[in-house]
């Protein structure tokens, strides 16, 4: 018997105000045509003055226990992927717990930038296979809004704010890859790449800091390893690009999401696309878009999903799960 991590649950919140492409034409030199061609992004969502990454995070993880039918006392460990986090601490998933009231347990933040959620879904496997949690809410939440330097045109029109969690619980496997769960996983960074992708503060610089981005050496990795890092998984378990029936990728362009999908042998109708609606949400990105690929009808249970992302570090990785 092997013990697999699988989705009970699954939910997102995005937050009221929806910035079209066109609204930025009036601040900087920019179109709507540039945007929609070199990203695929039409739209995205902006967070409310007094909105907080806890809010979002906290909004989307009751939609995920609701659709578990579980309550907040019944999850054992929170794991929150964000960069933009309310306070430099307490961690957003202690803000999350006491939100939702749930008073036992463990709760604490990861931060891989937009593969965040690739990472804390690896995190929370192996807490359930190793025993350590037997539920356990994974939740990418972002306010990137706050880090954008509004007059830098080749940043400013790419990211979104907004919040998507997964509820996961051990069951019983056969250990083969027909089983439901997570089935492998691969994580990888090189902090060589550092600087082709940061924000320009932090706590010990004083600052907040603005996000900073050589968007086409970015794309060049990001073409190179996302791919990579999806086979790499597929591998482990003895499955390829013939056997996904989705692959949730982060959404950050959808250049890189066709050209990925097409190095995978993947048509672009087994693709799940958020990006044109939520733009780069970072580490929600992925859990965004599963939540929303469940709620068109395209994801079912029984399905082979990959997910995919790369961002700063850099930190890139893969996940194979079965719906
Ligand atoms: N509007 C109009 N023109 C623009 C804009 C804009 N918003 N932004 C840049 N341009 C101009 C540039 O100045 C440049 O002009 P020039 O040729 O006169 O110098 C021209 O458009 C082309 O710019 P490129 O940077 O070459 O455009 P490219 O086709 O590479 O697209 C983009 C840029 C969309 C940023 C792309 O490189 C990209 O998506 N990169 C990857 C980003 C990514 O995946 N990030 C993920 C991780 S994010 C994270 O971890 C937080």
Redesign the pocket.
């Known amino acids: 018997m092997t013990t697999r991590a699988q989705v009970r649950g699954v939910g997102h919140y995005l937050p009221k105000r929806v910035v079209p492409n066109s609204e930025f034409e009036t601040t900087i030199?920019?179109?709507d045509e540039?945007?929609r061609s070199?990203?695929g992004i039409e739209r995205r969502h902006f967070a409310a003055d007094d909105e907080t990454t806890s809010d979002m995070a906290t909004a989307a993880a009751t939609r995920a226990l609701d659709m578990a039918g579980l309550a907040a006392q019944e999850i054992d460990a929170i794991i929150v992927a964000t960069s933009t986090p309310d306070l430099t601490f307490p961690s957003v998933a202690t803000m999350v717990q006491a939100k939702l009231g749930m008073t036992k347990g463990f709760a604490f933040d990861v931060q891989a930038?937009?593969a965040g959620f690739v990472f804390a879904l690896a995190n929370a496997n192996a807490l359930i296979i190793s025993g350590q949690a037997n539920r356990v809410i994974v939740i990418g939440a972002e306010t990137f809004s706050r880090i954008m330097d509004w007059n830098d045109?080749?940043t400013s029109?790419?990211f979104g704010d907004g919040a998507g969690a997964l509820v996961l619980e051990a069951a019983d496997g056969t250990g083969t890859n027909t089983d439901r769960g997570i089935l492998a996983t691969d994580l990888n960074s090189d902090g060589r790449h550092k600087d082709i992708?940061y924000v320009d503060g932090g706590v010990s610089t004083q600052s907040t800091g603005h996000?900073r981005?050589q968007?086409?050496e970015?794309?060049r990795h990001?073409v190179e390893k996302l791919a990579s890092t999806a086979h790499t998984a597929l591998d482990k378990v003895g499955l390829t690009g013939d056997d996904i029936d989705w692959i949730v990728p982060h959404q950050?362009?959808l250049r890189?999401i066709k050209s990925t999908a097409q190095k995978m042998g993947v048509g672009l109708d087994r693709v799940v696309l958020t990006v044109q609606d939520h733009g780069?949400t970072?580490a929600a990105s992925i859990p965004l878009a599963l939540s929303v690929g469940v709620e068109r009808g395209q994801i079912k249970p029984g399905n082979l999903i990959v997910t995919e992302a790369?961002?700063?570090g850099l930190a890139w990785g893969a996940v194979v799960l079965r719906w």
């Open positions: 030199d920019t179109s540039w945007i070199r990203s930038v937009c045109r080749t029109v790419l992708l996000l981005m968007g086409k970015v794309f990001a950050a362009n890189i780069n970072s790369i961002g700063g």
